[in-house]
């Protein structure tokens, strides 16, 4: 597999529910997002990870849990959901830093598309 | 907030060249300018960016005014796959050190037409 891969590419959940999405690239990449896109919103940056080192948390609600394990692999835990949460959700990467700078030419999963009912 | 203004919507002729505006008239002296696409049901796709020169590669040309307060991209001749919506977006220092982000708006849904 090449590039930026997601899954699930679709889930729907219940507000109660636990679920998890993963993101993993395969462009040595060292720095990671994610990202929500609501429709008629613009995107939103959510979490920001640079060589496995969160750098970004964008004031984001903590039923949302970010996991980078290794810098080829980012996960968004859920749980306890609101109906107003459902949106398309993004994975990105690039080239990070050690020095902290990473580069803003993201590379994008397709998404998974998340319904809470 | 978005540092961007474009048009909602555009169309263009296929073979045609699409040219998308985009006005940042409040742009520092140090931010980039960026366009990414996004094709229905698919990520966004980065294009280009540039800081005060004009910039073309294989995908689309970027020319950006001398006062820097405005940049149009151009698809020298536009398919049916360009259609997608595209996004003009300013790249702003926003904390300490290094770091850069990426300030998205709603961008131009652009349609090619056959």
């Known amino acids: 597999e090449t590039g930026v891969t997601q899954t699930p590419r679709h889930l729907v959940m219940g507000m109660t529910n636990k679920k998890s999405l993963k993101c993993e690239q395969h462009l040595g990449h060292n720095a990671m997002y994610w990202y929500k896109q609501s429709a008629k919103k613009p995107l939103e940056l959510m979490f920001v990870y640079n060589f496995k080192e969160q750098t970004e948390n964008n004031s984001v609600p903590s039923r949302f849990s970010p996991e980078c394990p290794n810098s080829s692999h980012l996960f968004l835990h859920l749980h306890t959901l609101q109906p107003e949460d459902s949106a398309l959700y993004l994975c990105?990467?690039?080239?990070?830093?050690?020095?902290?700078?990473?580069?803003?030419?993201?590379?994008f999963g397709p998404g998974t598309r998340l319904t809470v009912l | 907030d978005a540092k961007t203004t474009q048009p909602p919507s555009m169309d263009c002729a296929e073979g045609r060249a699409a040219n998308l505006p985009c006005n940042h008239s409040t742009i520092s002296g140090n931010e980039y300018v960026y366009w990414y696409r996004q094709i229905h049901s698919q990520g966004p796709q980065y294009i280009i960016h540039?800081?005060?020169?004009?910039e073309t590669n294989e995908m689309a040309s970027l020319i950006i005014t001398e006062d820097r307060k405005s940049s149009t991209l151009i698809l020298p001749h536009a398919t049916l796959r360009d259609t997608a919506v595209y996004y003009c977006?300013?790249?702003?220092?926003?904390?300490?050190?290094?770091?850069?982000?990426?300030?998205w708006g709603l961008g131009t849904s652009l349609a090619v037409n056959p």
């Open positions: 977006i300013v790249r702003v220092a926003h904390n300490a050190g290094n770091n850069r982000k990426l300030i």
């Open positions: 990105a990467s690039s080239q990070g830093s050690l020095a902290g700078g990473i580069d803003n030419e993201q590379f």
């Open positions: 540039g800081l005060k020169n004009n």
